[in-house]
């Protein structure tokens, strides 16, 4: 477990990073991605199913940042990329189109990555997407990310990731995003 201390008047306690039983929490955590992420109720149905099946995928796994009182404030969780994936098939023309594809193999997915609005900017995003992939046996990590300039954007370009295709339309998604890849492990500051 990490353990790193709140910073400022807004976070006073500590935060822990660990594994989590996501199946367990997911309720939690979607709460977290609802407000991270700006989120309604049906989506967050959907989302539910979305993730209780990813959990059943070989390699599956996750991570949390929990206060001292077990709060869930972030977590993140992914897998070994498998083509046959929905995400894998909506993002392949993109990356062929790029010269990236072979990216798809051999590749860890960040799958999602969340931290309450009142922990960001603190470091448990980091110590997510760093812990979880510290454990990954692959040689490298994908994900996809909204393609604009934003601070998940910063710190996954921070952390070694580099933009494999732009503009990914993602159906029903109201945004275009990129997908993003590094080597393993992540880069550190």
């Given at each position: 477990?990490?353990?790193?201390?709140?910073?400022?008047?807004?976070?006073?306690?500590?935060?822990?990073?660990?594994?989590?039983?996501?199946?367990?929490?997911?309720?939690?955590?979607?709460?977290?991605?609802?407000?991270?992420?700006?989120?309604?109720?049906?989506?967050?149905?959907?989302?539910?199913q979305?993730?209780?099946?990813?959990?059943?995928?070989?390699?599956?796994?996750?991570?949390?940042?929990?206060?001292?009182?077990?709060?869930?404030?972030?977590?993140?969780?992914?897998?070994?990329?498998?083509?046959?994936?929905?995400?894998?098939?909506?993002?392949?023309p993109?990356?062929?189109a790029?010269?990236?594809?072979?990216?798809l193999?051999?590749?860890?997915?960040?799958?999602?990555?969340?931290?309450?609005?009142?922990?960001?900017n603190?470091?448990?995003?980091r110590?997510?997407?760093?812990?979880?992939?510290?454990?990954?046996?692959?040689?490298?990590?994908i994900?996809?990310?909204?393609?604009?300039?934003?601070?998940?954007?910063?710190?996954?370009?921070?952390?070694?990731?580099?933009?494999?295709?732009?503009?990914?339309?993602?159906?029903?998604?109201?945004?275009?995003?990129?997908?993003?890849?590094?080597?393993?492990p992540?880069?550190?500051?």
């Amino acid at each position: 477990m990490l353990r790193f201390p709140g910073q400022g008047p807004r976070t006073p306690e500590d935060v822990v990073i660990g594994p989590l039983d996501l199946a367990a929490r997911v309720d939690e955590a979607l709460a977290v991605q609802a407000l991270a992420f700006g989120l309604g109720a049906d989506e967050i149905a959907v989302r539910r199913q979305i993730v209780l099946r990813h959990l059943t995928s070989p390699g599956a796994r996750a991570l949390g940042a929990t206060t001292a009182d077990g709060r869930l404030v972030g977590f993140v969780y992914g897998m070994p990329n498998d083509r046959g994936h929905w995400w894998s098939t909506v993002v392949e023309p993109y990356l062929r189109a790029q010269g990236n594809d072979a990216w798809l193999d051999g590749s860890f997915v960040i799958t999602e990555l969340h931290v309450h609005p009142r922990y960001q900017n603190r470091g448990a995003g980091r110590a997510l997407i760093t812990g979880i992939t510290d454990s990954a046996t692959e040689p490298r990590s994908i994900l996809s990310a909204i393609d604009r300039d934003s601070p998940a954007r910063g710190l996954y370009h921070s952390l070694g990731y580099e933009d494999l295709a732009r503009q990914v339309l993602f159906p029903s998604a109201p945004k275009p995003y990129a997908v993003m890849g590094a080597p393993l492990p992540l880069r550190r500051p």
